[in-house]
């Protein structure tokens, strides 16, 4: 069965400070594989996805995020976070090759101090 | 172009009675979703549609859990009765069509209480 794993739910970074999240997935076949963000309140909107090619993708808002196949893991990143980044951050994985059925994580909690 | 419209924002119902969501979604989409997002977890896709068609419900707890997509435009779901493990918040979204190069946009959701 496909998972996604988030290991860290709460990360706190100083805002300029370099941001690393955490996301690894369990499935058979080549993944298809998105990060979310979610600001209270708000739906869930797309940062970036990986579906084949580079493996370093950029997405919107200055992030990115690098598929490591050999590690299973798909870590967002981003080099200077500004406050306005405070939000639940949610990595998906799609289960069908089509981007129709998203199995998300748990969801990482990021909180940007002044 | 107007985003995925959601109705109510908010709802506070007791255990056992009856309530619904309704979901409007961006012009011409074809494929509908409902998810639930409890608190402290990802989004759980419930069901899913293209057209007016259901594709996926087989996480619909079909006991209590009913959704429609009459015109194949907007779509209701509903809970009856409700039980306090349904309080969570249920997040419409819509795409062109099924295929990866066709992203999703979520709707703010229906947060609901069940006390």
């Known amino acids: 069965a496909q998972s996604v794993t988030q290991p860290d739910i709460h990360i706190t970074v100083s805002e300029g400070a370099s941001l690393e999240l955490r996301c690894n997935y369990s499935?058979?076949?080549?993944?298809?594989l998105f990060w979310y963000v979610q600001s209270p309140g708000q739906g869930l909107q797309l940062l970036l996805k990986?579906?084949?090619?580079?493996?370093l993708v950029q997405g919107i808002k200055g992030f990115e995020a690098e598929f490591k196949r050999s590690q299973s893991s798909f870590n967002l990143r981003k080099p200077s976070v500004h406050w306005s980044d405070a939000a639940e951050y949610f990595c998906?994985?799609?289960?069908?090759?089509?981007?129709?059925?998203?199995?998300f994580g748990t969801g990482t909690r990021l909180q940007v101090t002044l | 172009e107007a985003g995925v419209a959601q109705s109510p924002r908010y709802k506070i119902i007791e255990k056992r009675q009856s309530v619904a969501f309704w979901c409007n979604p961006i012009?011409?989409?074809?494929?509908l979703y409902w998810y639930q997002q409890i608190l402290g977890q990802g989004p759980k896709l419930l069901i899913q549609?293209?057209?007016?068609?259901?594709?996926?419900d087989s996480q619909l707890p079909k006991d209590r859990f009913s959704a429609e997509r009459l015109k194949g435009v907007d779509s209701t779901l509903k809970i009856q009765p409700a039980k306090l493990e349904d309080s969570a918040v249920y997040l419409c979204?819509?795409?062109?069509?099924?295929?990866?190069?066709?992203?999703?946009?979520f709707g703010s959701g229906t947060r609901l209480t069940v006390v």
């Open positions: 979204a819509s795409s062109l069509a099924l295929g990866l190069n066709y992203g999703y946009t």
């Open positions: 998906a994985v799609d289960r069908t090759g089509t981007a129709s059925k998203l199995t």
């Open positions: 012009s011409g989409h074809a494929t």
């Open positions: 549609f293209q057209n007016n068609g259901v594709v996926d």
């Open positions: 499935y058979g076949a080549t993944p298809y």
């Open positions: 990986y579906f084949s090619g580079d493996t």
